[in-house]
């Protein structure tokens, strides 16, 4: 998985990277809003980890802006500041997952997990006979239909 990693702190940036790539994960880094633009210009990224404190940046205009022009890479939002407010202001800027510092290195892992991954297709006995495939909003029509057959 290819991810863009966004923080002014070096320490925590390598950390992190050292950290997701022990998990098997390509990292490319940034420290700043310009240094991420020119990534996703050259890069596809499976997705972003933002840091919403980013010296005289913000990682939630790093992330509106992203919104703005259509991308639609996951975004898990890093920040020390703790609120529900500061949750609220990431999900209105358009991020997927938000994560308080600290936090224990498993639970980043989880939320990237969480992120990335496609729900399973929901299957039913309806789904797997021809003709009779159907979803929940369509489910009474069938009914009446296998009473009408049977």
């Avoid at 500061?86 to 510092?101: D, F, I, R, T, V």
Wanted: aromatic share 8%; hydrophobic share 45%.
């Amino acid at each position: 998985m290819n991810i863009l990693l966004l923080d002014d702190d070096l320490r925590i940036l390598r950390f992190l990277k050292r950290g997701l790539e022990a998990e098997s994960h390509t990292v490319s880094t940034a420290t700043s809003h310009i240094q991420g633009w020119e990534l996703l210009q050259i890069c596809k990224f499976d997705l972003a980890i933002l840091d919403v404190f980013l010296g005289t940046e913000n990682g939630l205009d790093f992330c509106r802006q992203l919104r703005q022009q259509q991308h639609t890479v996951p975004v898990l939002m890093l920040t020390a500041k703790d609120s529900t407010e500061m949750s609220l202001e990431c999900q209105e800027a358009g991020a997927n997952g938000y994560l308080p510092k600290p936090f224990a290195f498993d639970d980043l892992i989880a939320n990237v997990e969480k992120l990335t991954s496609t729900p399973p297709q929901s299957s039913s006995f309806f789904s797997e006979v021809p003709g009779l495939a159907m979803t929940a909003n369509n489910f009474g029509i069938g009914l009446l239909f296998l009473n009408w057959i049977v």
